[in-house]
């Protein structure tokens, strides 16, 4: 099992809001973790200080040596093919060949500001991109339309250093984009916010199962598991170490969400007509689950018995939440214990 770092800060906390991301990351590529993975997210506090991953991944490229730098997610049915693989060529040139990007179709009609006629189509504009993001890092030509009817020939620069790019697709626990990951020969970036242990399961199998139809049996495939994560001496010392951050960090969140509700055609559920005493009791529950099943808490021997248990469901790597708002210094005491943990699974 691999550990690797993921950030999807809320962006109306604090000053100084990148120093957590740059000091964990120095330290994370110091001692041998995998990777440092951030998002893009746009228009709203939750996420909203990582609105385009190839920038954070150039200052990560930049201050580090050897750890991958991959965002997670690219956001494809906002951007022009072209751009995607041009920003990305960057990333990989500055890290000599670490960039990696995890595909995601997007979910918020409110981000479709850049393009809003891609919303209805947007998971095959997704596959379309990564299939023509790849042929155009590999090299190939790809013809674009020019103004007056012409067509132009296209190659990308700077050539990338890596001859293949590392793919992955962010699953939210649709069985379908499972599928869809293994028929790409893509690896999968998913979370446990949607998926209960059951769940995960069947999409991981479901992954590999299209993967091996599609690529033979000998593909593996990859898959990345997101879990929020703090680490101590003890478990309820940590509990109530995150109890108040990841609560709030829980309450942007469901703001977020009930934003994307209200912009869904034909969805009446509206989450801000909860009460406030509703509203606590929704956000307790979230709490519980996410620290007791969804969540990487507790000490390293807690640690090492999610890792086993992950590692039964066929995860090969945990991308770490660390950004949830606890205190910075007790963010760094427990990259410490991370980093035992990670000798201890290695």
């Not at 250093?161 to 793919?167: D, G, H, I, S, T």
């Not at 109890?243 to 509700?261: E, H, N, V, W």
């Not at 790597?317 to 000798?343: H, K, P, Q, T």
Request: proline residues 4%; charged residues 25%; negative net charge.
């Amino acid at each position: 099992m691999d550990l690797s770092l993921f950030f999807f800060a809320d962006s109306s906390a604090g000053d100084d809001r990148y120093r957590l991301l740059l000091d964990s990351a120095r330290f994370a590529d110091e001692h041998g973790f995998r990777a440092v993975w951030t998002p893009e997210r746009h228009f709203h506090p939750f996420g909203g200080q990582y609105p385009n991953p190839a920038v954070t991944g150039a200052a990560l490229a930049a201050v580090t040596r050897q750890i991958g730098i991959r965002a997670g997610s690219v956001v494809a049915p906002l951007h022009h093919q072209v751009r995607i693989a041009e920003e990305w060529s960057v990333v990989d040139n500055l890290s000599d060949g670490r960039a990696g990007i995890s595909f995601a179709s997007g979910w918020h009609a409110g981000d479709f500001v850049f393009q809003p006629d891609n919303y209805k189509d947007r998971k095959n504009v997704m596959a379309e991109t990564v299939e023509v993001v790849r042929r155009l890092w590999r090299g190939e030509t790809i013809d674009y339309s020019v103004p007056e009817g012409l067509q132009r020939p296209v190659r990308l620069y700077p050539r990338p250093v890596q001859p293949e790019l590392p793919v992955w697709i962010t699953a939210a626990g649709s069985p379908q984009t499972y599928r869809l990951a293994g028929r790409l020969g893509a690896g999968v970036l998913t979370h446990q916010l949607e998926q209960d242990h059951a769940a995960l399961d069947r999409g991981i199998a479901a992954y590999r199962a299209a993967l091996k139809a599609e690529h033979g049996d000998g593909a593996s495939g990859h898959v990345v598991l997101m879990l929020h994560t703090l680490l101590g001496e003890d478990r309820e010392e940590v509990r109530d170490l995150v109890r108040a951050p990841l609560t709030q960090y829980l309450s942007t969140s469901m703001d977020l969400l009930a934003g994307a509700l209200a912009d869904t055609p034909g969805d009446s559920f509206d989450l801000r007509k909860l009460s406030a005493q509703d509203r606590e009791v929704l956000l307790e529950r979230a709490f519980g689950r996410l620290f007791d099943h969804a969540g990487l808490f507790g000490t390293i021997e807690d640690g090492v018995a999610t890792v086993e248990r992950l590692n039964a469901l066929g995860v090969d790597e945990i991308a770490c939440l660390i950004d949830f708002g606890a205190e910075r210094n007790v963010v760094l005491d427990g990259l410490e214990r991370l980093d035992r943990l990670r000798r201890r699974i290695g």
